[in-house]
């Protein structure tokens, strides 16, 4: 009988071969749930071209996950972060990042300065996407496990810089009308760094805690540490 993936948290570096995703329950019910999300986030929209320009990276990286699911396939804890932080952008992709609604009731419960939701999505960003760049560069780079912790986390860091490079560049030659509507700036000429600074605080927060749960497991036959 084949051997299929088996999802452990703390040691994804133990998953053998893809379940197939005919079996695989969880992940038929995340991808439901995305593309109910996505269909009710397109309806009428706040600014219909910046949610069609906020939705390019997700229809780029969502496809590259499908096509590359038979040789690399992530455990369903990793697909459960996608599907988390997936769900927050498509929230934020409806309403505009400083419109959406859940940005003004923090912004008036803490007396804010603005609608700080962007900084949550980037923030979480490095909070759920820091583990599936760990359990990558575990099991396709084969990278020490003592190391995978830093790296994540750099990983995490240079993903946030070049996401706020790229979105400047598109911006500009898409839509460049769209301004601080697509880039979410709301007028903070530092907000570009800022939120590349909570996305790598998330990351080191969740590299923190992993690295909390894996103390005291067994590293993995051919583990070199």
Known sequence: M?????????????????????????????LLWLVLLWVITAIAPFN???WLLENLLVFLYGFLLVITYRRFAFSNLSYGLFTVFLSLHLVGAHYTYAETPFGFWLQDLFDLERNH???????????????????????????????????????????????????AIVAEIVSPE?????????????????????????AV????????????????VGDRR
Not at 179 to 198: E, R
Not at 205 to 220: D, Q, R
Request: hydrophobic share 45%.
């Open 2 to 30: 084949d051997e299929y993936a088996v999802n452990t948290p703390n040691n994804p570096e133990s998953v053998m071969m893809p379940m197939p995703f005919s079996a695989n329950r969880s992940l038929q019910g995340m």
């Open 48 to 50: 219909r071209h910046d």
């Open 117 to 167: 939701y962007d900084r949550i999505v980037h923030f979480s960003f490095g909070l759920l996407i820091a583990y599936p760049f760990r359990e990558l560069l575990l099991r396709a780079a084969g990278l020490r496990r003592s190391w995978s912790y830093l790296l994540s986390v750099a990983l995490v860091l240079a993903f946030s810089n070049c996401y706020e490079i790229i979105e």
């Open 178 to 202: 769209l301004g601080s509507a697509y880039l979410g700036t709301q007028g903070d000429i530092w907000d570009a760094q800022k939120d590349s600074f909570v996305a790598f605080l998330g």
């Open 205 to 220: 927060i969740a590299m923190a805690f992993t690295w909390l749960g894996t103390l005291g497991s067994a590293p993995p």
